[in-house]
């Protein structure tokens, strides 16, 4: 009867160790499932963030203006040119609005870029209203420099040349 108490507790021990061995197999393999994961997890979101700093800097312009929003501009007086950005001969307008901006006295000064899929509809080949009472009279034919006091047009500039000499 020993001999089968030792077979049987031997048996037990046995199957013990299975289990045990079972056990340790599955949190080894968990944790190197939730290991590979977390790697995986974090080289993803570094990547993220290191595309989205250097790629992509969020800047609001509150100087550049949509042309719909030319009569609405807070102030009592000020200035808004419209020029295509995107056209190389206008780069003396660009150079002349930084300069323009950097004076201590001045009359605030806005962009319109009418390359700006938004602005197309304001851009015309026609002869314009040069004293424009609203947005619905406003067309814009090449560079060109408003003046608005207490939202109304004062003054009209066209041309580049034009542009330049009044900036200064």
Request: glycine share 4%; proline share 2%.
């Amino acid at each position: 009867m020993a001999k089968k108490n030792t077979r049987k507790s031997k048996k037990i021990n046995e199957e013990e160790n299975i289990k045990l061995k079972n056990i340790i197999i599955v949190i080894l393999v968990v944790l190197i499932f939730l290991g590979i994961f977390y790697l995986i997890t974090v080289k993803v979101t570094k990547k993220d963030d290191s595309t989205s700093e250097e790629d992509t800097e969020t800047y609001i312009s509150s100087e550049e203006i949509l042309v719909g929003s030319s009569f609405n501009r807070a102030g009592s007086e000020y200035l808004v040119v419209y020029y295509d950005k995107s056209n190389n001969d206008n780069s003396a307008i660009s150079s002349k609005v930084y300069t323009y901006r950097n004076k201590d006295e001045r009359i605030p000064l806005y962009e319109a870029d009418m390359s700006n899929i938004f602005n197309k509809e304001y851009a015309t080949e026609e002869d314009v209203n040069k004293e424009p009472k609203n947005i619905d009279e406003l067309m814009i034919n090449g560079p060109t420099l408003i003046k608005f006091s207490d939202d109304k047009v004062v003054e009209y500039i066209e041309g580049i040349d034009n542009i330049l000499n009044y900036l200064g």
